[in-house]
């Protein structure tokens, strides 16, 4: 009997594992956010055509890598962000899969461009579907500069399937303003075809809600705040006169990361009761940091999932937060405690 089975190639493997990693324009651009954040970037920039669809560029003035770390971070499992097992525990980075740029590299054009302070010259990279096609020293600035184009040119009915660029590029501007509002104190831009879309100075929560969300949101903002020994709570919800038809101004940060938790969404709500008209979603923009080690963040490759060891108390807290804050600020109804 003759054996048949056999490891994959790694650009084969690279090519599967991009399915998870990579389904939009917008999935290159949250990873790409997330490693200039990494890298300690002050200024990040993202530049865009045709809704992704042509060029998905971030430039950043973050650490930069080494020459050999400038090739290295193409391959799979290759990440400067963990080394144990045990790491996991103690995450204080978005990264730690290592997976994002190798995915990418595999169905895309990548142009890498990076330096490192101390370093005269950098590195400049280009690499098209998992194949090296050139490597030269070069004179750059300090940070790195990713180019994606040609996105899914080899799974062409991944290419196929994305939607119009209306569609693609309220996913990017989503994941943009989910990394923005994450990271107040970094500078943000954001340009498509040619025009500023973004510009978000580094500031404070307050500033950058208001900054990312333009219009009347300052007058709609209620302070949050909440420290107890498993979770600490910070930021902004609506007043409910502001309450809007759709869930567009809903956040939760956890640990610097947007979250979608259906289970704290309900705590708002719960704290909300009596207060909405029917239907109506309340804004917020809550911050919490808990100790990395009572979450688990490991449950999907996009990360926007997370498991927390006492969801229930974690509920609790949230939804009296919420409450007194917005019995504070007056916008509770009067109720008749002296007859
Ligand atoms: P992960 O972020 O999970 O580590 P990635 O594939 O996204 O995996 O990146 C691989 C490695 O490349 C990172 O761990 C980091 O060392 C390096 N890297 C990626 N992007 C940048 C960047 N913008 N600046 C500096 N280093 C980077
Ligand atoms: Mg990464």
């Known amino acids: 009997m003759s054996s048949i089975i056999q ?57 930069g890598m080494s020459v050999t770390d400038a090739r290295l971070c193409f391959e799979r499992h290759a990440t400067s962000k963990i080394r144990h097992a045990e790491d996991l525990f103690s995450l204080h980075t978005k990264g730690f899969r290592g997976e994002a740029l190798a995915s990418i590299a595999a169905i895309a054009h990548v142009e890498q461009k990076t330096k490192q302070e101390q370093e005269e010259l950098g590195t400049h990279i280009v690499i098209e579907g998992s194949k090296f096609i050139s490597q030269e020293p070069a004179v750059l600035p300090k940070g790195t500069s990713f180019s994606v184009k040609n996105l899914f040119f080899n799974i062409p009915a991944r290419r196929n399937f994305l939607k119009s660029e209306t569609v693609e590029l309220r996913h990017i501007i989503d994941e943009f303003q989910r990394v923005a509002l994450a990271h107040p104190n970094i500078y943000f831009t954001m340009y498509h075809n040619g025009s500023e879309v973004f510009n978000l100075p580094n500031s404070n929560f307050r500033q950058r809600i208001v ?105 609790a807290i949230l939804r009296s937060a919420v409450k007194h804050s917005l019995g504070q600020f007056n916008v509770a109804p009067v109720l008749d405690f002296d007859r």
């Open 7 to 63: 490891l994959l190639p790694d650009h084969v493997a690279n090519q599967i594992a991009a399915g998870e990693v990579v389904q939009r324009p917008a999935s290159v651009v949250k990873e790409l956010l997330e490693n200039a954040v990494d890298a300690k970037a002050t200024d990040i920039k993202l530049i865009i055509k045709d809704a992704g669809k042509s060029l998905v560029q971030v430039i950043d003035n973050g650490i």
């Open 211 to 315: 900054n990312v969300f333009a219009g009347k949101m300052n007058e709609k903002l209620v302070p949050v705040k909440e420290e107890t020994e498993i979770v600490h709570i910070q930021g902004f919800i609506g007043k409910p006169e502001f309450a809007k038809k759709n869930r567009g101004e809903q956040f939760f940060f956890v640990n610097d990361r947007f979250i979608k938790s259906g289970y704290l969404h309900h705590a708002i709500m719960a704290a909300y009761e009596g207060l909405l008209k029917d239907g109506a979603q309340p804004s917020y923009f809550l911050y919490l940091n808990v100790p990395p080690n009572t979450i688990d963040i490991n449950i999907h490759p996009t990360k926007t999932e997370i498991k927390f060891d006492d969801e229930h108390a974690l509920y």
